[in-house]
Nanobody, 122 residues
Framework: QVQLVESGGGLVQAGGSLRLSCAAS????????MGWFRQAPGKEREFVSA???????TYYADVKGRITISRDNAKNTVYLQMNSLKPEDTAVYYC????????????????WGQGTQVTVSS
């Protein structure tokens, strides 16, 4: 069992930056692929980025170049650095975990955090 706790969300002006963190419990963090998803009001949850157990990264096309995912296995933590934020990035951001390999499909992830709100004002 893995517990995930996100932090770092908040209110920021367009063009600003935020760094989200997701701390995981357990001793096998390095075996997990970690994904970030987001859900805006009235919309479906969508993939943002993921990093697999070996450090390989994938990004949603709309955020590529503005967002960087990274992980620190010693701290059992995955990060999402978000720059040049836009109002359309406003959403609840969730981190998720699954064994080894990243996936775009939220249904493939086994563990989820409670989410952290990101609001970007224009």
């Amino acid at each position: 069992q893995v517990q995930l706790v996100e932090s770092g969300g908040g209110l920021v002006q367009a063009g600003g930056s935020l760094r989200l963190s997701c701390a995981a419990s357990g001793r096998t963090f390095s075996r997990y692929a970690m994904g970030w998803f987001r859900q805006a009001p009235g919309k479906e949850r969508e993939f943002v980025s993921a990093i697999d157990w070996a450090g390989g990264t994938t990004y949603y096309a709309d955020v590529k170049g503005r967002i960087t995912i990274s992980r620190d296995n010693a701290k059992n933590t995955v990060y999402l650095q978000m720059n040049s934020l836009k109002p359309e990035d406003t959403a609840v951001y969730y981190c998720a975990a699954r064994n080894y390999y990243s996936d775009y499909d939220a249904l493939k992830y086994d563990y989820w955090g409670q989410g952290t709100q990101v609001t970007v004002s224009s």
